[in-house]
């Protein structure tokens, strides 16, 4: 599904698709979710989330910031802690879970795994 997210990882596990999928809110999101589900990419960089997992990070942000509507879906995290969630179609935002920081970014989730995350590496 995302060729350049394939060339990041070699690991290959099975997926919890859960009991929960109805809870995500995003096709996009959940489509992620069920193909690279917990996995890590670029040595540990990246992890992509379970949808279980997805419901406890959930929860986690809503503890943290009061500026989210319930319609996000967390869908990974990186290793400096910032978790990734997609609010729309077309947006993803960043929050800084140190900080409480949200950073807006203007693509959809193909769009990040495809160019975004690839346009300046040292971003992440």
């Known amino acids: 599904m995302y060729k350049r997210l394939n060339e990041y990882s070699s690991e290959t596990l099975s997926t919890d698709c859960g009991e929960n999928a109805d809870q995500i809110n995003h096709k996009d999101a959940l489509r992620l979710m069920k ?8 040595h540990g960089l990246l992890r992509i989330t379970t949808v279980t997992d997805s419901i ?3 929860l986690n942000v809503k503890s ?4 989210l509507d319930d319609d996000f879906d ?3 995290f990186d290793w400096l802690g910032r978790i990734f969630s997609v609010i729309a179609e077309d947006e993803i935002i960043q929050l800084d ?3 409480g920081d949200i950073l807006e970014i203007p693509y959809g989730i193909d769009h990040f795994f495809e160019q975004g ?8």
């Open 35 to 42: 193909e690279y589900g917990g996995m890590s990419f670029n």
């Open 56 to 58: 406890k990070w959930k």
């Open 64 to 67: 943290f910031t009061e500026n």
């Open 74 to 76: 967390v869908f990974a």
């Open 97 to 99: 879970s140190a900080t």
């Open 117 to 124: 995350l690839y346009e300046d590496e040292n971003d992440l």
